[in-house]
């Protein structure tokens, strides 16, 4: 058996690896290196499970840091998504949103439903699955965002901004239907929304039409050409359910409730489960733009 390396031969190994920016490498090199020996393996063998090594775990914490610059809310996963819930939701789709071919090409999903139907959830669980797929991503509350790209343009630093915002493949505007109806937030709204046009991904979620989108921009104009800008290369998503929040609450609290034993000759009261009403609610993908500026 060949002699495992000297200390000093150990320690300049290390340091060289470090240098090259290769820290995986550096820290299982001498390890690997001793199953090599023990397992007779050739050089190239060695060679190609410290690069396998390096490159995994390169994988892995450029994963790890896109999940946490992503800012997702934990947990809204496909996997933990009850798509029974949402009649006319198709996984199927919702996972080929995940793979990312729309990403490539610049494309935007868009959301829309009443509120606490799953809009969010899914949102974040196609952000989930794009970050898997090797693409960089950001979620936040487009009321918040708005207010940051307020104060950059105040402070005269909103080009830099954009530019940071650009970096990122796809962007997840949640809620956008909260954001006021006022000149200087909806005019910053729509200069996002152009900035990334054919450029850069968007996936928006709001509980509102299109028809109801001249309560949020100022002027049926701007309106119009948001909304022809975001659909021109657009997936819609429309979640027309009772709340999703609710039902899924209503479950777990069915499953932890005992059942109830009645004693012999007792009366067991009948109870009608509350039919919720249908929604009144537009369907956004029939709503054109058009409609709006009618």
């Known amino acids: 058996m060949t002699a495992a390396p000297a200390p000093s031969t150990t320690h300049t190994t290390a340091q060289a690896l470090k240098a090259l920016r290769l820290p995986s490498m550096a820290r299982s090199w001498h390890e690997l290196a001793s199953d090599a020996t023990e397992h007779a393996w050739s050089h190239e063998r060695f060679l190609g499970a410290l690069c396998e090594l390096e490159l995994t775990e390169r ?38 949103l995940g793979a990312g071919d729309w990403i490539r090409a610049a494309g935007n999903c868009l959301l829309f439903g009443g509120s606490g139907t799953g809009k969010s959830h899914i949102a974040a669980a196609i952000g989930y699955a794009l970050i898997e797929a090797g693409h960089s991503v950001l979620f936040v509350r487009t009321t918040d965002l708005v207010q940051r790209l307020q104060a950059a343009r105040r402070d005269l630093a909103l080009p830099a901004l954009l530019a940071k915002l650009d970096r990122i493949d796809c962007l997840i505007l949640d809620d956008l239907g909260y954001v006021r109806k006022d000149q200087s937030e909806t005019s910053i709204l729509f200069e996002l929304i152009a900035e990334r046009y054919e450029h850069r991904s968007l996936i928006i979620t709001c509980d509102r039409p299109f028809a109801d989108w001249a309560s949020i921009f100022t002027d049926q104009i701007m309106t119009v050409a948001a909304i022809d800008r975001l659909v021109h290369h657009a997936t819609i998503l429309e979640f027309g ?6 039902r899924t609450a209503g479950q777990r609290v069915n499953a ?13 009261q009948n109870t009608v489960a509350h039919q919720p009403r249908p929604s009144g609610r537009r369907s956004a993908a029939s709503t054109r733009a058009t409609d709006v500026a009618g």
């Open 59 to 96: 994988t892995n914490r450029r994963l790890a840091s896109r999940l946490m610059a992503a800012k997702l809310p934990p947990g809204k996963r496909l996997d933990s998504f009850e798509f029974g819930l949402v009649p006319g939701l198709s996984r199927a789709r919702v996972e080929a």
């Open 241 to 246: 359910c009772e709340s999703y929040r609710k």
């Open 256 to 268: 932890l409730t005992p059942p109830v034993v009645t004693a012999p000759g007792m009366a067991v």
